[in-house]
């Protein structure tokens, strides 16, 4: 399984950016727990989101819950992150991540078997 990130860049506070996670080599992805991580310098990689691949569940970290938007396009196999009233703190290197089923562990980076290679997100005060 590989996954493709893409979409980081530089926004002011307040604004907003789309993230996007090409999923290939999977086969059918139905079963399939998708989440999104996020580590800046010095600090632990933190979980931001996570969702099934069917839709069924999706869940977020307190720091985005309200802003943040996990989703997926079956026709592209791509999740996507919609990130709204971004402010400094959410400054991070973003990383997607795949495992091949949901875990109540959703939260623990070291459930996801698959990694994306990260995309970096700045935001300017």
């Known amino acids: 399984v590989q996954l493709q990130a893409s979409g980081g860049g530089l926004v002011q506070s307040g604004g907003s950016l789309r993230l996007s996670c090409a999923v290939s080599g999977g086969g059918t992805l139905f079963n399939y727990a998708l989440g999104w991580f996020r580590q800046a310098p010095g600090k632990e990689r933190e979980f931001v989101a996570a969702?099934?691949?069917?839709?069924?569940?999706?869940v977020y970290g307190d720091s985005v819950r309200g802003r943040f938007t996990i989703s997926r396009d079956n026709a592209k196999n791509t999740v996507y992150l919609q990130m709204n009233s971004l402010n400094p703190e959410d400054t991070s290197v973003y990383y997607c991540a795949a495992r091949i089923s949901w875990t109540l562990n959703f939260r623990s980076a070291s459930e996801y078997n698959y990694w994306g290679q990260g995309t970096q997100v700045t935001v300017s005060s």
């Open positions: 969702m099934r691949w069917s839709g069924a569940r999706t």
